[in-house]
């Protein structure tokens, strides 16, 4: 069974940065081969699909609340998957979850749960003013 380690989340001020990783344990699970994707939780919302990589790492989708924010990529020599979030404000608060599935297809524009077999456990991330 596949399990993906997330680090990465913690506290910044509205305007500021912040960088997620994701790496699968046990390391027989190759990032680069199957679609990965990010998704959040906001307190008392439902998990929302926030970016998704698939193609062997080529191709990336955005939900529209992100896009030109945040970045996903690959690192294949390291076998992880990023997330890069620049401008953040305070409506991108919640836990962030990343998650893997068996095989590289097109995940759709923006990525669904019921898609991903594999997550992580979560990391909070916190905007504040």
């Known amino acids: 069974q596949v399990q993906l380690v997330e680090s990465g989340g913690g506290s910044v001020q509205a305007g500021g940065s912040l960088k997620l990783s994701c790496s699968p344990s046990?390391?027989?699970?190759?990032?680069?081969?199957?679609?990965m994707a990010w998704f959040r939780q906001a307190p008392g919302k439902e998990r929302e699909g926030v970016a998704a990589?698939?193609?062997?790492?080529?191709?990336?989708n955005y939900a529209s609340a992100v896009k030109g924010r945040f970045t996903i990529f690959e690192d294949n020599a390291e076998n992880r998957i990023y997330l890069r979030m620049n401008s953040l404000k305070t409506e991108d608060t919640g836990v962030y979850y990343c998650?893997?599935?068996?095989?590289?297809?097109?995940?759709?524009?923006?990525?669904?749960?019921?898609?991903?077999?594999?997550w992580g456990q979560g990391t909070q991330v916190t905007v504040s003013t």
């Open positions: 998650a893997g599935t068996e095989g590289d297809w097109y995940p759709g524009q923006t990525p669904l749960s019921d898609d991903y077999q594999y």
């Open positions: 046990p390391s027989g699970y190759t990032v680069s081969s199957n679609s």
């Open positions: 990589i698939y193609n062997s790492g080529r191709s990336r």
